[in-house]
Nanobody, 113 residues
Framework: QVQLVESGGGLVQPGGSLRLSCVVS????????IAWHRQGPGKERELVAL???????IYADSVKGRFTASRDNAKNTMYLQMNSLKPEDTAAYYC???????WGQGIQVTVSS
């Protein structure tokens, strides 16, 4: 069964950090580009970061220098390290196998004092 399961979200104060995980099952993570997307309140879903099979990483301008995406092929897991979080980072975060219709269930990240 093909499945993506996110974890690691929660409530954090501005300036804080969180690390999201996306455990992949049913396919080899290194065979696909795996992306993190997010959808904030009243906003459209947007791409946050994407890791290609070759290891190239693409970031949205809004998170460059603050977020780091990585992939552990041995654990078949994708990560998103989020530092210097801002209230505007509040959103549901989703991992997605690019080019497929396989999405995680989403995990909420709330940045608030």
């Amino acid at each position: 069964q093909v499945q993506l399961v996110e974890s690691g979200g929660g409530l954090v104060q501005p300036g804080g950090s969180l690390r999201l995980s996306c455990v992949v099952s049913g396919f080899v993570i290194g065979a696909y580009s795996i992306a993190w997307h997010r959808q904030g309140p009243g906003k459209e879903r947007e791409l946050v970061a994407l890791v290609t099979p070759a290891g190239r990483i693409i970031y949205a301008d809004s998170v460059k220098g603050r977020f780091t995406a990585s992939r552990d092929n041995a654990k078949n897991t994708m990560y998103l390290q989020m530092n210097s979080l801002k209230p505007e980072d509040t959103a549901a975060y989703y991992c997605h196998a690019s080019g497929t219709d396989v999405w995680g269930q989403g995990i909420q990240v709330t940045v608030s004092s």
